[in-house]
């Protein structure tokens, strides 16, 4: 069974994070995973109170059980179990699994977050319906937003304003350029953060790099260009926590894994717009403007759409690197 374990961490590791920061590391011990936070990679000012982080750890986590249940095995959850020694999630792997998962399976190595533009077709009705279908757990709530309906108008009003606070601020500034590699080179190494083509820019030096970053990249010309990538789309889907808590933002991790999964599998793109959630004051004006409920938290919100050509894939750090003794 721990063969077995270590092959699904691979696929766990393809799920998507902030940055792509990939704040995750592993345990295997007979027929349990764990699951820990590297809070060694977390986004202090992007993400203060680390609920993207658990976001992507949840994404991680849904990765591990398909994957499980395409190899004919269950895979039982617990969240922040009490009688561990750190904190983690803890997966019990056991025969027997009651899930069909081929397409989703098929799906992890091809998912990708593709920022570019997209053609500005409709999704239809009925993948549509397959993408909500696959949001399953009660702990969130999903909401969709169609491009050209008059509803978006507002959200992409809270996304403007996310990019204008955040291009404002130094401090995000620099710890995003300090994700971004820049060269072919600095992705090989790294192996991790944000590949400069596939945000658009061409490779060139780090010094230069920063220097686009802090100098020609400004908060209107950005919100501008993530205006335009919204209206190129089909739709907006936002993720809506029911509590504010660690078990929440692990919920929404899933919740928005499966999504994504369903739709690489029907050929649809997605990407993160999600401005208006991280900066807090926009957030809880966000909350307001959709009536939520209170402790209701508008978590993560998504493009979707169809694209013509693919992008290169952000890279992933090799299991071994993100493994540790049990």
Known sequence: MESIAKQLITLAVRAPSGHNTQPWQFSVEQDTVRIYPDLS??????????HALFISLGCALENLVIAAAHQGLAAGVDYFPSDEPE????????????EETDALFQAIPERQSNRGTYDGRAIDDSDLARLMDAH?????????????????????GFVREGNIAQFNDPAFVAELVSWIRFTRREVSDRQDGLAAVALGFPAVPRWLGRWIMTTLVRPEGEAARQEKAIRSSSLLLLFIARGNDKQHWVDVGRSFERIALTATSLGIAHAHVNMPCEVAPIRRRLAVHLGLDDGEQPLLLIRLGHVRKRLPTSPRRPV???MREP
């Open 41 to 50: 990679r977390r986004l202090p000012v992007v993400d203060p109170d680390d």
């Open 136 to 156: 399953f757990r009660d702990s969130v709530k999903v909401r969709a937003f169609r491009v050209g309906h008059p509803d978006i108008e507002p959200i992409i």
């Open 320 to 322: 071994e690197r993100v």
């Open 87 to 98: 904190e983690c999630l803890r997966v019990r792997l056991s025969e027997d699994a009651d």
